[in-house]
């Protein structure tokens, strides 16, 4: 048996409820993506958790403009490379903002 030392997760998705969507809505609100109003409310009124496996959420009216504005905020945006440079015609949309 190999003498392992550690290993290596290539995608750190591990839980759906807290790796899916509300680790997506953090990290956008952390790399400067969304304004703190966003996150704020988002993270105050709205329970993401699993929203990409069951997409049978029933949201108040705040939460479904929320996940709306957020989701036109970050549409464009490079998830995988945040701070890459944007070139022109590539194949992965790219995001040249300033920060909110």
Request: charged letters at 20%; glycine letters at 8%; hydrophobic letters at 30%.
């Amino acid at each position: 048996m190999p003498n392992l030392k550690g290993q290596i997760i290539a995608n750190g998705l591990t839980d759906w409820k807290y790796d899916g969507f509300p680790s997506f809505f953090k990290m956008a609100f952390y790399h400067g993506l969304i304004d703190d109003e966003l996150y704020e409310t988002g993270r105050d009124e709205c329970d993401f958790s699993y929203i990409e496996v069951t997409g049978s959420q029933n949201y108040s009216e705040t939460c479904k403009q929320i996940l709306f504005t957020f989701l036109n905020y970050t549409r464009y945006a490079n998830t995988w490379d945040v701070y890459g440079k944007c070139y022109q015609n590539q194949p992965v949309p790219c995001l040249w903002t300033q920060p909110i």
